[in-house]
């Protein structure tokens, strides 16, 4: 029986099968084709130049071992690197590498040197010119469960981000899409699951970023015709985060190499999760097949935190400073800024500076006067509560009778107006703003903002409705 390029190069698999993880073996030996075998030399071709430098930086050892072993000790490996054409030229285009010389050869078409192989071809975070084959996580350690609180308003989104971080990869929430308006704690969990793991799963590569940056990276990657480096990098992250997945819409390039990263750490049992300011649904030029994707784990949604949950936050924020503050103070807090997190941790940071640098003590007025300034600076960032009171104070009625269950005409028509102008002007998902405008449901939602359509059309009063309010939500 002749020896072959494949005869060869499948003993050489047999033996690294056996030595190494099924999954490892999966990832980096099956892609491999063997094409010749020349002088003892046994030529494997790759997908890309960051294949080429994993498997020489992980894996060289025991590629010499199994080849020694079928071909003697003169035996040598040439890698052929299969790079992909992203600028249109008619031919695909390779380079030869010898294992043990890696000197420039000359290829069909072009001559790559190697002795100045470019960093980030390894690793898209590494700064040029440092050598760093470790990838950080980008992640950042004050975020963590500890200090997410939980409350009604995240409880589902926070245990399904423990669940996934006590088994990451390994439950049906995959991926976790974690969903809500702004300052409302997405980063902060995205951030908490992948600490956690980390605590947990120390082997495991995880990794965040910004889909803004992702983008960036993959642009960069076209630009230097590293397409497959990029797509190679990502695809051997073991929990990949993602945050403000939305940013994809609309960068068809962009999405279409994320659809294939998806399907690969997907399918390899590994961990995908996201974060957005709307729900998959709510999405716009999102590809549908993208879109379905995210829809395949759990999507978990973080509302507007209730009284107490920021009663609780602020109290929280307090101890971690090691800052006492009068109870009544805390509550003026909590109740008068009712947006998000991120402004109410806000209010309390600018109400202790201002206390300690003008030597204060924290008093009511000192809290409304600061609570009044903030409010008033971040009023553009319109809330379900502030849009209820608009509108409730322009009928002329209270919140109860808004949100109650009458069906007199006049304040079903300001409930419908309340939904519509909570659709318009917030990022809450449907379910969302029909649970804080007297538990209605979606299809109530999405009924009110068609009826408000159909009569600001139709019905000249109610036009003037909509263009009051308008102008109100608008100051």
Known sequence: MSITAQSVWDNCLEFIKDNIQPQAYK?????????KLTDNALSIQVPSKFFYEWLEEHYVKILKVSLTKELGETAKLVYIIKMENTYGNKQPFTEKIPSTNRGSVK???VDIPLNNKSPELRNPFVIPGIRNVKIESQLNPNYSFENFLEGDSNRLARSAGLAVSAKPGGTSFNPL?????????KTHLAHAIGVDIKDKYPEKTVLYISAEKFTQQYIDAVKKNNRNDFIHFYQIIDVLIIDDVQFLSGKTGTQDVFFHIFNHL????KQVILTSDKAPVDMQDIEQRLLSRFKWGLSAELQTPDFETRVSILRNKLY???????EDIIEYVAKNIKTNVRELEGAIISLIAQSSFNKKEITIDLARIIVEKFVKNTKREVSIDYIQKVVSDYFQMDIDTLQSKTRKRHIVQARQLAMFFAKKFTKASLASIGSQIGKRDHATVLHACKTVDNLSSTDKQFRKYVEDITKKLSV
Request: aromatic share 10%.
């Open 320 to 326: 971690r400073d090691g800052v006492d503050m009068p």
């Open 107 to 109: 290829s069909q078409d």
């Open 266 to 269: 997907h399918q390899n049992g």
């Open 177 to 185: 899409l974690i969903f809500g308006g702004v300052g409302l704690g």
């Open 27 to 35: 990832t980096w030996f099956e892609p491999i084709i063997a094409v």
